[in-house]
């Protein structure tokens, strides 16, 4: 199976940034398209992005764009979510997923996933 470690969360106040880092084993980084989402307490679990194992394609959900950018590093195993301009409604605790097959923005699509780390906006 794939196992994937999820670090970078954080409390920040609104406009700040965080990094999100996703480091992934037990198969080839390189062959694995990769997706974040998020999920608040009573709520679905929503896309926030998604990038192709190439790192050529990158896909954002409508509320990020523009503040939120996706990178994969293959020498490191690893998948990065940089956060700016963070506000208080981005609150949530992100995963990290490894795609398997489907729709890219469903999570039932994503085979492996993190466990998770809180990311906290408030004043």
């Known amino acids: 199976q794939v196992q994937l470690v999820e670090s970078g969360g954080g409390l920040v106040q609104p406009g700040e940034s965080l990094r999100l880092s996703c480091e992934v084993s037990?198969?080839?980084?390189?062959?694995?398209?990769m997706g974040w989402f998020r999920q608040t307490p009573g709520k679905e679990r929503d896309f926030v992005a998604a990038?192709?194992?190439?790192?050529?394609?990158?896909y954002y959900a409508e509320s990020v764009k523009g503040r939120f950018t996706l990178s994969r590093d293959d020498a490191k195993n690893t998948v990065y979510l940089e956060m700016n301009k963070l506000k208080p409604e981005d609150t949530a605790v992100y995963y990290c997923a490894a795609f398997g097959s489907g729709i890219y923005h469903a999570p039932a699509s994503y085979d492996y996933w993190g466990q998770g780390t809180q990311v906290t906006v408030s004043s």
């Open positions: 990038i192709n194992r190439y790192g050529s394609n990158t």
């Open positions: 037990g198969r080839t980084f390189s062959t694995l398209a």
